[in-house]
């Protein structure tokens, strides 16, 4: 169960998108496991895409970390090949990337999910992206052409791509807007969200301040500017919602306490019936004015309840440190 806790965003580290190494072929058992042992261990399978230079090498390179047996640039004509052989070898956790060069080939991905979801096997979507503006300053960071660029500019290609994609965008399991993470940051999502068992909801709270916008990755939004402002207390306006008297300042206010309480019921209500939809991950984004103090307080001890009541949560703050 993660109980990390992400603090003060700093600017993105590098290309998210630095090649991925060569998957090494002592990681993968080789040995033919029996019918019985693959009926009782079901293959998962991911499928890592989204925007170029939004973190899908990154977060591939994660998926290896943990275990997972990571493909990249599989045409999806033979992804039921793919998992067949997983199966027969023992691979029970398979990543496959799919980016934009493999654009004529996303048109065959509902025939192929089709036939693997006729073998047993649900695929998983987790998207990446990023706004226009951090994916530019990423790609003139390495000199690297867009892939869909052609003899324009940079920003064509990044509208081509997202246009192209937003069918995937919209079938995914899990989009997380990179915008705003560094490497790390990205890292301790994916290990969240695929580092642990699969029978449980994952819940990622996510605190912003609604001045720097809406979290575009988020399932549900919920607005904490209700609550009196720390802000206007002098002692209180330097510290941030992390801090004990913040905390204590936010948490005992009016309505605080029922709000809290609501949020919980939602999820209660909603976890189960996700699950049973085949949605494992659900990110809730608690917003107050800045994103430093309120919704700080708010999501810490919403990620502390949710943890007792059994939910593997993880907190981001996606501003804190942008004031």
């Known amino acids: 169960m993660s109980t990390e806790t992400a603090t003060a965003p700093t600017p993105p580290v590098g290309d998210l998108d630095e090649p991925i190494a060569p998957v090494a072929a002592e990681q993968v058992d080789a ?10 261990r079901p293959l998962r399978v991911v499928v890592v895409s989204g925007m170029s230079g939004a973190g899908r090498s990154t977060a591939a390179d994660n998926l290896e970390d943990l275990g997972w047996y990571v ?8 992804l039921p090949e793919v998992c067949a052989e997983a199966r027969r070898t023992g691979i029970r956790q398979l990543a496959v990337v799919l980016d934009v060069r493999t654009r004529s080939f996303f048109e065959q991905l509902p025939a192929m999910f089709a036939e693997l979801k006729r073998g047993g096997t649900v695929p998983e979507i987790v998207y990446l992206e990023a706004s226009d503006e951090v994916i530019v300053r990423r790609q003139e960071s390495v000199r690297r052409p867009h892939p869909l660029q052609g003899d324009g500019r940079l920003l064509d290609g990044i509208h081509r791509e997202r246009d192209q994609l937003a069918t995937l965008r919209a079938a995914a399991d899990l989009v997380i807007d990179t915008s705003s993470l560094n490497v790390h940051q990205l890292g301790s999502r994916i290990n969240h969200a695929y580092g642990g068992p699969d029978n449980a909801l994952r819940v990622t709270v996510l605190s912003f301040g609604f001045k720097n916008g809406i979290p575009l990755d988020a399932d549900m939004i919920f607005d904490v500017r209700f609550l009196p ?11 941030t919602g992390l801090s004990a008297p913040v905390s204590a300042y936010v948490l005992s206010q009016a309505g605080a306490a029922p709000f809290l ?4 019921d939602v999820l209660r209500t909603v976890a189960s019936g996700y699950l ?4 494992r991950f659900a990110t809730i984004g608690i917003g107050c004015t800045g994103g430093k103090h309120r919704s700080t307080a708010m999501s810490e001890e919403l990620a502390r309840r949710l943890r007792a009541d059994g939910l593997p949560t993880t907190v981001l703050h996606r501003d804190l440190g942008r004031e």
Request: proline residues 14%; charged residues 20%.
């Open 276 to 279: 049973q939809e085949g949605k």
């Open 229 to 239: 402002n720390p802000h206007w207390v002098p002692e209180l306006r330097p510290q």
């Open 71 to 78: 493909v990249d640039n599989l045409p999806p004509s033979v």
């Open 261 to 264: 309480a609501s949020v919980e």
């Open 31 to 40: 040995e033919v496991v029996d019918a019985a042992t693959i009926a009782a």
